[in-house]
Every structure is written in C-alpha cells, then in structure tokens.
C-alpha cells in the first residue's frame, strides 16, 4: 500500500512516501480504506520529537491517528455488517497517512451519507475534543466564554458549540482574515491576538464580570496572558501547545480565585467515548448546525506540504490529507 513515513525527527522533510505491507485486521479490529486523514498540530509536534513522554512513537513510522473512510474487512470479534460502511475512528498517534489502516471496532463511528469524507475527517478530533471541553467545563447558556486560537481547527468548532449553547462568544484570533471568519462562525466580539493590547481589548469585551470559561487551545505566554480575565469561581482549560507549552498557570492562584483548572488530561477519551463523541458531531454536521472549516487538503504524498502549511499558521481552519 502507499504510505507517507517520517522517517527521522525533524522538519516537514522527513516524511516522505513509501510503499508498505498491507496490515490485516486482527481480533476487535477493522482494515479500513483510508479517503481521508485529519492532520493536527500535535502531529508536527510529534513529528518533530516533542511530548515522547506522551507519544512514544519511535521513527520510521506512519503519522495520522485519525481516519474516515470505508471498512474493508474486520477481524475476528468483529460484527461483519460493519465491512462496506462508512466510517471515522481514532487510531491515536499513527497509522493513518496510509491507504489502508486498523482501527479498533469501539473506535468506529459511522459517518452520515450527507458528510464528505473530508468533513469528517476534519472532526474526528476537533468535533470530539471540543464537544469534551464543554462538557469538562460545563459552558451553559447566558455564560461568557474566552476562546483563544477561534480561527483555527477546533477554535472554528467551539464558537460553534459555544453559541449553540447559549454561551455568548468573546475569540481571539490573529489578523484580519483570521478575526473576520471568527465573526463569520458566530462570536460575539473578535479580538486581534496581533494588537499589543489584545488583553485589555479582551477585557473590554468580556465587561466587568469577567470570562466564565477561558478556552485556551494556544498556551504559552498568550494562555497565561489570558488568565487574569477568568472571572472569580470560573474555569480555565490549558489543553492546547502550539506555542511549545501549556499555560503555566499558578495552581495557588487559582484556588485562591476559586478558579477551576483543567489540562489536556482531562480531554483523554476511551475509544467508546471517543466514537460517541464523534458520532454526536457528525450529526451536527449533517444537520447542518456544524460546518468544519477547511483551509486546504494535501494528497498523500504531498504530506510534507501539509505540515508546512500548518506549521506557516496562515491556513484558516483545518488541513486535510486526502488518499
């Protein structure tokens, strides 16, 4: 079968395409034809050797941990009515820049005749992890929500959510285009991330009572710069580090604020969780009250452009990986 291999760590350049055995689908697996992968920012974390105490991937290896496309054949254990439908699962860390991959059969999710491959491709992590993060954080309605990072692939999913909810909106993205698609998707007020003042602007916008959920999918400097605008007995939620790091905030900080934390651990699924999940928001989509937002898809062999179009922070949205 055809494959994208990182075969060292490094930069975008080390993956690169290869031919490999086809897998075979063990006990409480499937064999799926893959059509479509959803490419992350942690994947060109990983790709560069970040968070081995979290992904103890070791090169060569496939990159790609979340699929959609057609079951080919299940192994044993597994109901056969599953063979020929149309799917998304989890396969973690690896395994999915590839024609064919294994995904356990508690991962699957079936995907609806009115969402494309790449639509659900889009959110078999960003639907799934945001759909967590607002149950993790109990957003509810007349609530004010701070999202940091609005315009990127799960950011454009929690506006979404969030408004759904009832929440009123307050995201922060960086520059004009990136900002005008945050109001496109339904905020409320949109904050430059690129102004000096981005904080005090944020601020006015949230009022007086503060943010009743800070949302931070950037961490760093720009999730701790965020903090202060939690209101008294809020929630903030550290889950994403495309800046490096997760915010570094003061535990005792917090409790003296009454402010609950919450981290990437907290959005940790099993993979009956993770397919419930995905399930949830692929009917969203074909409900149309979820629109995934594609910045651009990249074949198979183009990988390594597609980790560089992430990596550049210029796309809107998601990048998808087509086979």
């Given amino acids: 079968m055809r494959a994208t291999q990182a075969i060292g760590f490094g930069g975008p350049d080390v993956l690169v395409p290869a031919e490999l055995p086809d897998p075979v689908a063990g006990p409480g697996q499937v064999l799926v034809s893959v059509a479509a992968v ?9 790709r560069r050797g970040w968070g081995r105490e979290f992904f103890p991937v070791a090169p060569p290896y496939v990159p790609g941990g979340g699929i959609a496309g057609t079951v080919r054949a299940t192994g044993e254990g597994v109901d056969p009515a599953w063979t020929g439908r ?3 699962a989890s396969v973690g860390i690896s395994g999915g820049y590839a024609e064919l991959a294994l995904a356990p059969a508690e991962a699957l999710a079936a995907v609806p005749d009115e969402v494309s491959f790449t639509d659900a491709a889009a959110l ?3 639907g799934v992890t945001s759909a967590r993060l607002l149950e993790t954080t109990g957003l509810g309605p007349g609530e004010q929500v701070l999202i940091l990072g609005a315009s990127g692939g799960m950011g454009t999913v929690l506006v979404q959510l ?5 929440a009123r909106v307050v995201g922060v993205a960086r520059g004009e285009r990136k900002t005008a698609l945050v109001r496109e998707l339904g905020a409320d007020a949109v904050v430059d991330a690129a102004r000096p003042d981005w ?10 009572a503060g943010a009743d959920v800070v949302l931070d999918g950037v961490g760093g ?3 701790l710069a965020a903090f202060p605008l939690v209101a008294t007995g809020g929630r903030f939620s550290a889950h994403g580090a495309p800046t490096g790091g997760f915010a570094a905030v003061d535990p005792q900080d917090a409790q003296a604020r009454g402010i609950r934390l919450l981290g990437i651990a907290d959005v940790q699924l099993t993979d009956t969780e993770h397919a419930g999940l995905a399930t949830r928001a692929l009917r969203a989509a074909a409900e149309g009250l ?3 937002v594609i910045g651009a898809t990249f074949p198979l062999e183009r990988a390594a452009e597609a980790h560089g179009a992430i990596e550049s922070r210029e796309l809107l949205g998601k990048t998808v990986i087509t086979v």
């Fill in 162 to 166: 969030a408004k759904a909810a009832g």
């Fill in 221 to 223: 400097e720009v999730g």
């Fill in 38 to 46: 959803d490419t992350i920012f942690v994947d060109t974390q990983v």
């Fill in 199 to 208: 904080v005090e602007q944020a601020r006015g916008a949230l009022g007086a």
């Fill in 86 to 88: 149309r799917v998304v």
């Fill in 124 to 126: 078999v992590h960003d």
């Fill in 290 to 292: 979820l629109r995934p």
